[in-house]
């Protein structure tokens, strides 16, 4: 917060000095709506289920750092909104990605099937050397299901997926397991940006802290996310 009370959008020299990282990697999170890519992120950020939450009107912005193999390695995760109504919107934020997390929700096999529209979007829009991986949420609800992981398996070995993993942001299951795999490939691939600042290339000016939310309409009515 600056001086007259009015919140600051950059972070001052001292704090970018403070703010230092071997990587910075930007991954986006798509994927259709209702899947549960905001909880995944919430659980990623704070390992904590939030049973309602609001649908994502945008884009909401999270940040964490993670030690990986001895690198501090800061995730900058942009969870996009699923509606058709915003993807002109969001695809601004493809293009300065290094990774693709698409999610589908395991329960629903039509979230599954539009998995080659969000490739075709992120190889339309996102830098041709993006990582892309597959989770399927909501594994705690395995007598929902609707879509095997041999078929999500099989999709990713034919689309050039780095993996596919299952998830569960409702029991914490590997949610960061997948943005681990996600970052150690990035760093063997040699990507990111190494001690940056890290909001420079946002496509909109963002308020300097962990989570900010972009909101381009008023918030509709809570979901009940069971992830």
């Known amino acids: 917060m600056s001086k007259n009370g009015f919140p600051k959008l950059y972070p001052t020299e001292m704090e970018l000095e403070e703010d230092t990282f071997d990587f910075l990697f930007k991954i986006i999170l798509i994927g259709d709506t209702n899947v549960g890519?905001?909880?995944?992120?919430?659980?990623?950020?704070?390992?904590?289920?939030l049973e309602k939450q609001q649908n994502t009107i945008?884009?909401?912005?999270t940040v964490r750092t993670l030690d990986i193999d001895g690198?501090?390695?800061?995730?900058?995760v942009w969870d996009t909104a699923g509606q058709e109504r915003f993807?002109?919107?969001?695809?601004g934020y493809y293009?300065?990605?290094?990774?693709a997390?698409?999610?589908y929700d395991l329960t629903r096999r039509s979230t599954f099937e539009s998995l080659p529209h969000w490739i075709q979007e992120v190889e339309q829009h996102g830098a041709a050397s993006?990582?892309?991986?597959?989770?399927?949420?909501?594994?705690?609800?395995?007598?929902e299901r609707q879509v095997l992981f041999e078929d999500a398996c099989t999709l990713a070995e034919q689309r050039g997926a780095l993996a596919a993993l299952e998830t569960s942001a409702k029991k914490d299951h590997n949610i960061e397991?997948?943005?681990i795999l996600m970052a150690k490939e990035l760093i063997v691939r040699g990507g990111g940006v190494v001690n940056q600042e890290p909001y420079a290339e946002a496509p909109y000016p963002l308020l300097h802290s962990d989570t900010h939310t972009i909101n381009l309409e008023e918030p509709s009515e809570e979901k009940k996310c069971s992830c």
Do not use: P, Y
């Not at 993807?87 to 695809?91: A, E, G, M």
């Open 130 to 143: 993006v990582v892309v991986i597959f989770i399927g949420n909501k594994c705690d609800l395995e007598s």
């Open 177 to 179: 397991e997948a943005f």
């Open 37 to 49: 890519k905001t909880c995944v992120v919430h659980s990623f950020k704070t390992g904590v289920f």
């Open 71 to 76: 690198k501090k390695v800061k995730m900058q």
């Open 58 to 61: 945008g884009v909401d912005f």
């Open 95 to 99: 293009r300065s990605a290094h990774g």
């Open 101 to 103: 997390v698409i999610a």
């Open 87 to 91: 993807r002109t919107i969001t695809q």
